[in-house]
């Protein structure tokens, strides 16, 4: 399949468009990125990779690059402060037992971890990206090992998590209220159900500075807790490598009743979709 | 010595900096109709060739007076269009309609203050040019080099409130001025020339391309367009595109912000992601439009986005 969004394959396959530079960013991502991005796909060639991979799944795991756990996402971003995202997983991760989002050029590397509770097919989300980078999805499987499902992702403007989304020294801001939480039920195939849920939260990165040159301190949403009238569907762990307002989206095999989200943010503010006074 | 190659390096300064002198955007004005003239901005996405002028620009000339139809996208444009405009003519440009905020129709503005251009634009539209402006002006000289935005600055500006329609006479040559309110922006200016009896109507018509929407009411914007089909003109001048003297071209806007809002409403009333959609590949429906897939890409998350959490 052609087009920039083709690329299910875990793979470094740029398509033409963005060979051909579309939009005119100097140092586009050309012909060489393909050869780039491969390159920088291999974790061997990374410096990083192997210390994050200590040090955000673990020592001494066994861990496998796979191409079919499909990281969705779009080639070449324009604004990268709100990148969307979505990981497909094969039906034999379905029942995974860990998930994390790992950007690796990101000062912020890790964006999210996810254990779930019942069998989970996809998920999706907003990142911010600082610069060009392989993003990965590691998925513990229920057999103890780690698959990873890459994709290379460049951008044309730096500095996702260091420049602020909305700058007042050259635009007027608005803040919205913090904690405002939306969720959203969608029918699929065959009972299957997608449910999106969406934070109102700045998730300051800690990077930023404002006008006046004083570093914004990071502030972020650290755990969203999902559940329905069965009992729990997730745990998510969240860092500030989520865009601000973060949207997250599950696929599940079977439709929740009534989902439930309860959110803590870095501050220790404590935010609901439903009344308080019933328990979690 | 030393005085001599002073002399050279100046010498060699001038010689390799041409491009940035006269005409740096090969400007050539088609006269559409007796003193009514257009600049057909290059039908692509910004690029570092084009330096951002992709929309058009229009001059109408009077007996007194000279108006213009949008700023283009720096105040290097806009220094190249009204040199090109004095070697027509030696009257005052004495009003500059700005269609809307966007940047390639609104960031030359600062140079028609300083000749004392009076500037008509929606007040609304006024705001967002403060508001996003700076923000968009950065962006852009990161994407396409900072040269091109030589002395462009976003500053606010005198603009008188005025009623709509607003009528102005260039001499001879009657203007008439209409606004329409949360179109395919939040107030578009469409300019009509009584005696050529033809209509600038901005970024409400595309020609060939495939229109933008990040900040349209798709709703008025397909009224707005039917008004447009029945009024009166010969010629209509597109914010982007060729000239347009059938009224079925004007359909080609309609159908895509049609096709792209469906789409969008679907898909937000069905938990679908626009990464989703696009992973089918794209619709035969958009593959007629110039800058299709762009725009296809570009403004369906925008719009899914809007319509998701309503």
Not at chain 1, 105 to 133: F, H, T, V
Request: aromatic share 10%.
């Amino acid at each position: 399949m052609a087009g920039p969004f083709s690329d299910f394959k875990a793979g470094a396959e740029l398509s033409e468009e963005l060979s051909s530079s579309p939009t005119g960013k100097r140092n586009t991502p050309n012909s060489d990125s393909i050869v780039q991005s491969i390159d920088a796909l291999n974790p061997k060639n990374s410096e990083i990779w192997y210390d994050l991979q200590n040090n955000l799944l673990g020592k001494d795991i066994n861990i496998v690059f796979v191409d079919d756990i499909k990281l969705i996402m779009q080639d070449y971003i324009e604004e990268a402060h709100k990148v969307p995202l979505i990981v497909t997983l094969p039906k034999r991760l379905h029942n995974f037992k860990n998930f994390v989002l790992i950007i690796e050029n990101n000062p912020i590397q890790q964006a999210m971890a996810i254990k779930p509770y019942r069998p989970i097919e996809a998920l999706g989300m907003n990142i911010r990206l600082e610069d060009d980078s392989p993003v990965r999805a590691a998925v513990l499987g229920d057999n103890g090992v780690w698959y990873i499902g890459s994709k290379m992702v460049f951008v044309a403007s730096a500095g996702g998590c260091s420049t602020p989304a909305c700058d007042p020294s050259v635009e007027i801001c608005e803040t919205g209220t913090i904690g405002k939480i939306a969720v959203k039920q969608y029918e699929r195939e065959a009972g299957a159900e997608r449910i999106k849920l969406k934070i109102t939260h700045p998730m300051e990165t800690g990077f930023v500075t404002d006008v006046q040159g004083e570093i914004i301190p990071e502030y972020f949403v650290k755990n969203i807790h999902v559940d329905d009238n069965q009992g729990p569907i997730a745990d998510i762990t969240t860092f500030a490598a989520l865009s601000s307002d973060p949207v997250i989206l599950l696929d599940l095999p079977k439709k929740g009743q009534s989902v439930r989200i309860h959110a803590k943010d870095s501050l220790g503010l404590e935010f609901f979709s439903f009344k308080k006074n019933n328990t979690m | 010595m030393r005085f001599l190659n002073k002399i050279i390096i100046f010498l060699l300064y001038f010689y390799t900096y041409p491009t940035f002198s006269s005409n740096n955007f090969d400007l050539m004005p088609i006269e559409v109709s007796k003193n009514v003239f257009v600049f057909i901005g290059d039908n692509n996405d910004v690029n570092d060739d084009n330096g951002g002028a992709i929309s058009n620009t229009g001059f109408i000339i009077g007996e007194n007076a000279i108006l213009v139809i949008d700023a283009g996208p720096s105040y290097l444009y806009a220094s190249n269009v009204i040199d090109i405009i004095n070697s027509y003519s030696n009257l005052p440009i004495k009003y500059l309609v700005v269609t809307h905020h966007h940047a390639d129709h609104s960031f030359g503005i600062s140079k028609y203050l300083e000749i004392k251009t009076e500037i008509i634009m929606a007040e609304a539209e006024v705001e967002r040019y403060i508001k996003y402006g700076n923000r968009s002006l950065r962006q852009l000289s990161n994407n396409i080099g900072e040269e091109w935005f030589f002395n462009t600055k976003i500053t606010s500006f005198q603009y008188k409130e005025k009623e709509y329609p607003i009528n102005l006479d260039l001499g001879t040559r009657n203007i008439i001025i209409e606004l329409y309110e949360e179109g395919h922006s939040e107030g578009d200016l469409i300019v009509k020339d009584i005696n050529s009896n033809t209509l600038f109507v901005g970024d409400l018509v595309f020609g060939q391309r495939a229109p933008t929407s990040p900040h349209a009411n798709i709703y008025n914007w397909k009224n707005y367009l039917d008004e447009i089909i029945k009024k009166d003109w010969d010629i209509l001048i597109p914010g982007h595109g060729n000239i347009i003297k059938n009224k079925e071209d004007v359909l080609q806007t309609k159908k895509w912000i049609t096709f792209i809002d469906k789409t969008a409403k679907q898909a937000s009333a069905n938990g679908i992601s626009a990464l989703e959609i696009f992973n089918k590949g794209l619709p035969d429906f958009i593959k007629g439009y110039k800058l299709a897939k762009e725009t296809w890409y570009r403004d369906l998350p925008i719009l899914i986005n809007k319509y998701e959490f309503d």
